[in-house]
């Protein structure tokens, strides 16, 4: 026999006998799952009886392998009772080296291990040895016989597989001596000790119920779905706060339509040639509409014409309601009437008569006291500032205030070009009444400067004559483009600017703003002569001498030529 067999250290269950594998890896089960800290009951000596095999003994605790210091023996104690669950294992590197030792002998001295522990932990540390083997077969015999540890026969059956392990490594004692392989035996045995004890902690840890893994996963499924709203939540928020900061930068809170109907009164004025997006710019300046935009598309859509004149609105109206009060669409339930540019005193006070229903006798009384109104002292009658444009006024608005709205209109203006002076006042309408009838609008600013030029002292082309048809004309009270040469001789007619040296003796007609404009601030320029070669574009010619204003003459001519019955 083996003199590892007969080391009494070998871990023998009694008598010397030696452990086969099968016990080795049993017992080697047992030390996993018992308390380690318990005193190890002595094993027999030979000539001894065998303790009882109804109480097993305690296997004695590992002790390090590295140079242990030197311990004292320990004194033989009763057999286990009871104990508490187990403790982590300490390396069974340790016990594997030193060996198990029975407490009825002296430990012998730790400084020189015998042979066998060396050879033994030789044969585990070698690599690729039969350890590797051991272990494998180890873990699934722990696997296969795992529900077998609650047995009370435990510790016989733990015994015998204990003695198989140590049997199974004492039959490789002679396979290693390197101090290398010690070393790597230490590490691995020591891995292998805690494998075996976090499987067997698993084995006896207590099986969760059905019902406790329903409560479980129901918890899980909670706490998901919660983490979603939260999440949800969080989103939601984060698109609301978005939305406001981006809602200006891309004008989506921009209102573009008041509900209407509006309430309280705005009086708008709108002037000879304006365009229905300068009258909305000024509607939503009074918040009258919302949006200028929207208000000109709903303008065009209706189809309607632009007028001059002043307008009553609410504030807050519907574009709707807005653009029906600039067409017109609400004359029946307001006085009502519009003004052209160029009109005379009596057409201007027929317009009025038959939009307010005044009386024109009570209008031309009215016309023939002006001082009333605040015009200058020169003027005999109102013509030439009832300013054009379109009107509407309350139901039983009195006579005089219509007249004086009319004429406020073209004071105001006066004063916004600077004609402060009512002497100046009245010779600028007179002009600009002139411009009017003379030329075309974009040659208002040209002909207002000729006009100037004329009434210079030291012109000696015209000798200060404005020589102006449109003058004779009124004058004789016809509208007419030909004079005769005895009409144009005629100083009789104080309106005659061909015999009469300046400026008639008042107004021809009422102008509209632009030729207001145009006469308050002529055009500085050298010509003296103008004439409108195609009265349908309006289309001026301008020239500084007679010679070339009569080749302008002819142009005129033949236009009336080739469009019979419109030059008379």
Not at 328 to 348: C, H, P, Q, T, W
Not at 389 to 405: N, S, V, W
């Amino acid at each position: 026999m083996s003199p590892v067999n007969n080391d009494p250290s070998s871990g023998t269950a009694g008598g010397g006998m030696s452990l086969t594998r099968k016990e080795l890896r049993a017992r080697e089960r047992f030390l996993a799952t018992q308390n380690h800290n318990v005193v190890p009951v002595p094993e027999a000596t030979p000539g001894e009886a065998a303790p009882s095999t109804e109480v097993e003994p305690e296997l004695p605790r590992p002790v390090p392998a590295v140079q242990p210091a030197p311990v004292t023996p320990p004194t033989p104690v009763a057999p286990p009772t009871p104990v508490a669950p187990p403790t982590p294992l300490a390396p069974p590197t340790s016990a594997i080296e030193s060996g198990h030792k029975s407490p009825a002998q002296p430990e012998a001295p730790a400084e020189a291990p015998d042979d066998a522990e060396v050879h033994a932990a030789q044969v585990l540390g070698e690599p690729g040895g039969h350890h590797e083997d051991l272990h494998d077969e180890e873990v699934h015999t722990h696997e296969a016989n795992e529900h077998d540890l609650s047995d009370p026969n435990l510790s016989e059956h733990a015994a015998v597989d204990h003695g198989e392990f140590h049997d199974a490594h004492n039959q490789h004692e002679f396979a290693a001596h390197d101090d290398h392989y010690q070393l790597d035996i230490h590490e691995e045995l020591h891995d292998d000790v805690h494998l075996h004890d976090e499987h067997h902690h698993d084995l006896i840890a207590p099986v969760a119920s059905p019902a406790s893994k329903a409560a479980a996963k129901k918890a899980r499924r909670r706490r998901r779905v919660l983490a979603l709203l939260i999440t949800l939540g969080v989103f939601v928020a984060a698109i609301a706060i978005g939305a406001q900061f981006l809602k200006p930068l891309l004008g989506m809170d921009r209102v573009t339509d008041y509900p209407g109907p509006g309430t309280g009164s705005v009086n708008i004025t709108v002037a000879q040639g304006s365009g229905p997006k300068a009258v909305a710019n000024e509607l939503v300046q009074k918040r009258v509409i919302a949006d200028a935009d929207a208000f000109v598309q709903e303008f065009l859509s209706d189809g309607g014409e632009l007028s001059p004149g002043d307008f009553t609105f609410r504030t807050e109206m519907k574009n709707s309601d807005a653009v029906a009060v600039l067409v017109n669409k609400d004359a029946g339930k307001v006085m009502y009437f519009a003004l052209n540019a160029g009109l005379r005193i009596n057409e201007s006070l027929e317009a009025i008569s038959k939009g307010s229903g005044i009386p024109v006798q009570e209008l031309n009384t009215l016309n023939q006291a002006p001082a009333q109104f605040g015009v200058p002292a020169k003027a005999k009658n109102l013509e030439g500032f009832l300013a054009p444009g379109e009107y509407r006024f309350e139901l039983g608005t009195p006579a005089k205030d219509i007249i004086q709205k009319l004429v406020t209109t073209t004071l105001d203006e006066l004063k916004a070009q600077g004609v402060t002076d009512p002497a100046k006042q009245y010779d600028t309408v007179t002009i600009a009444s002139i411009v009017q009838a003379e030329g075309g609008q974009a040659d208002y600013g040209n002909v207002a400067g000729a006009i100037y030029n004329r009434l210079k002292p030291n012109n000696i082309e015209t000798s200060g004559l404005i020589q102006s048809d449109a003058t004779v004309t009124y004058g004789l009270g016809k509208k007419s483009f030909h004079l005769t040469e005895e009409e144009k001789a005629d100083k009789s007619n104080a309106y005659n600017t061909y015999a009469n040296v300046g400026l008639p003796v008042g107004p021809i007609g009422s102008p509209g703003k632009t030729a207001i404009d145009a006469a308050a601030k002529p055009t500085q320029n050298e010509y003296l002569y103008w004439v409108t070669i195609n009265l349908d574009t309006k289309e001026t010619k301008f020239s500084k001498t007679l010679a070339e204003h009569n080749t302008y003459v002819e142009q005129y001519n033949a236009w009336c030529q080739a469009n019979a019955g419109r030059c008379v």
